[in-house]
């Protein structure tokens, strides 16, 4: 079985662009994460949907960062406009608590670096 | 909220030896789930094994084992007989029920030949 799916893997791009990182979850999954990793404030949690509906966006840093589920197996982290500050790993995750166990498995992740 | 703590920010290993990472945990949550990931240097984060706060037995999972003691609020990974691809970056997380994980500053392992 496929595990979660993140494109693009390495995003690199200059201030005030516009990005777009994608997410596949795994087939089944009904739970969806988004993270933020960086070396100062190690995994944050950013957003995470319930069967593609937002339930807490609290971990979303500034108005600038927004992300939909259009279905269940497809999600997107917007970031318009970029700013360097935004580099840092992204990671996409998903569970699916039902099966007993809330184990979160990750995607690749996508490097993104904002120049 | 819960709180998870690993002390130790670096741990250096022999081949084939065991190591023991530490993890504390601080919830007032009764029903909670304590995991650890591993993340190698090609930065994905991959799950390793998963303790349930009313499991009785100790989490095993091939040579990665935790020693769980609730009263302490602790769950220390053991891996025995270090390989040198254990080298890595170690995360201990912990929810309460469906919440969301919330996750250590992690251990560095490096496992030496």
């Known amino acids: 079985d496929a595990g979660v799916i993140q494109s693009p893997r390495h995003e690199v791009t200059e201030m005030g662009q516009e990005v777009t990182l994608r997410c596949k979850p795994i087939?089944?999954?009904?739970?969806l994460f988004w993270y933020r990793q960086t070396m100062m404030r190690g995994l944050e949690l950013l957003i995470y949907?319930?069967?593609?509906?937002?339930?807490?966006d609290s971990g979303m840093p500034e108005d600038r960062f927004s992300a939909k589920m259009p279905n269940a197996s497809f999600s997107t982290l917007k970031i318009q406009p970029s700013e360097p500050r935004d580099s840092a790993v992204y990671f996409c995750?998903?569970?699916?608590?039902?099966?007993?166990?809330?184990?979160?498995?990750f995607g690749p992740g996508t490097r993104l670096t904002v120049l | 909220a819960q709180k998870i703590t690993q002390t130790q920010p670096g741990m250096f290993v022999q081949e084939k030896e065991a190591v023991t990472l530490d993890c504390t945990y601080d919830?007032?949550?009764?029903?909670?789930?304590l995991f650890w990931y591993k993340q190698p240097s090609s930065g994905e984060m991959i799950f390793l094994i998963y303790q349930g706060s009313y499991d009785e037995q100790n989490a095993t999972e091939g040579r990665y084992s935790l020693n769980f003691q609730k009263a302490r609020k602790s769950t220390n990974l053991v891996i025995s007989a270090s390989q040198l691809g254990d080298s890595a970056m170690y995360f201990c997380?912990?929810?309460?029920?469906?919440?969301?994980?919330?996750f250590g500053k992690g251990t560095m392992l490096l496992v030496s030949p």
């Open positions: 087939s089944g999954h009904d739970y």
């Open positions: 919830t007032s949550d009764q029903s909670y789930g």
């Open positions: 997380a912990s929810n309460s029920g469906y919440s969301t994980l919330t």
């Open positions: 949907f319930n069967n593609n509906v937002p339930i807490d």
């Open positions: 995750a998903s569970s699916f608590p039902g099966w007993g166990v809330d184990t979160q498995y």
